[in-house]
């Protein structure tokens, strides 16, 4: 387990930066646009940071609830 702090210090900042997770949903968005049961909200880039990450909110169901 001693590789475990090594992979926090490199793998964390890249998890919690929140732009790249809105350009991340927008590839999600465009691979699944053809897909009618599947929906990626839409980002709001104007208000999305390194810390926060705006986005529609959809109704619907869970992943893990198909």
């Not at 909110?57 to 893990?64: S, W």
Request: hydrophobic share 40%.
């Amino acid at each position: 387990m001693q590789w475990l702090p090594h992979e926090f210090k490199v793998r964390l900042p890249l998890e919690l930066d929140f732009n790249k997770e809105a350009k991340n949903a927008d590839r999600c968005r465009e691979m699944f646009k053809d897909k009618p049961n599947i929906y990626v909200p839409k980002i709001y880039h104007e208000f999305t940071r390194d810390r926060v990450l705006v986005m529609s909110f959809e109704t619907g169901i869970p992943v893990t609830q198909v």
